[in-house]
């Protein structure tokens, strides 16, 4: 590759990652229905043309923009599961990873709730039901990766039986409400994650 087609192709990753962090910022504080294609035109600093050069529609920028995110914190998720570790360990380690992200992306994943509803089907949404399935599945996908820590946890004796479908999405409502209800304080993530983890296997009861 010349010096010439190098910098062009730079060029291209600039303006695509530049459309991009506009639109992140922008459906982070408006959502997915108010934000409009002409505001990411205007904070890019670019034209309506080069935009939809990259995407054909604003539902495939919001939807490129979640599964950016989302990757590498899936892949982080799947790094944890993979450890040699105590299942219970592991539920740490997630629930302070899945802290991280949304407190990094509380706006983006507010964003994303309202569109598909905290995933209950019969609230209104402004996606298809398809669109709405294919969001879903990126969120039901983490959530499944800590479903399958506590399978193990069950398998190995460490956990008692329980319904781990519905054990994992109470944990994780756990952690949604820390983060949008700003419930943080004044706790580092470590110790928030230490918390919840500690309620969620061992309870508040004497015993």
Sequence with gaps: ?????????NETKSKRQQILDASYNIFSRK????????????????????VYNYFVNKEQLFYTIVKEKHEPFNNKLKTIY?????????????????????????????ALMHEIRAMSPDGYSDFDENQVKKYRQIVLDEFGILEDVLKEGIANGE????????????????????????LIQERTLEETADVITNIFLYGLANR
């Design 31 to 50: 959502g997915f229905y108010k934000t409009t294609v002409d505001e990411i035109i205007a904070v890019a600093d670019t034209g309506k043309g080069t």
């Design 82 to 110: 993979a450890k040699e570790l105590t299942a219970a360990e592991k539920v740490n380690l997630m629930v302070k990873a899945f802290l991280e992200f949304y407190d990094d992306n509380i706006g983006l994943w507010r």
């Design 159 to 182: 956990f008692k039986e329980c319904l781990t479908t519905q054990a994992s999405y109470g944990l994780l409502s756990a952690v949604i409400v820390m983060s949008m209800q700003d």
């Design 1 to 9: 590759m010349n010096t010439f087609d190098e910098l062009n192709k």
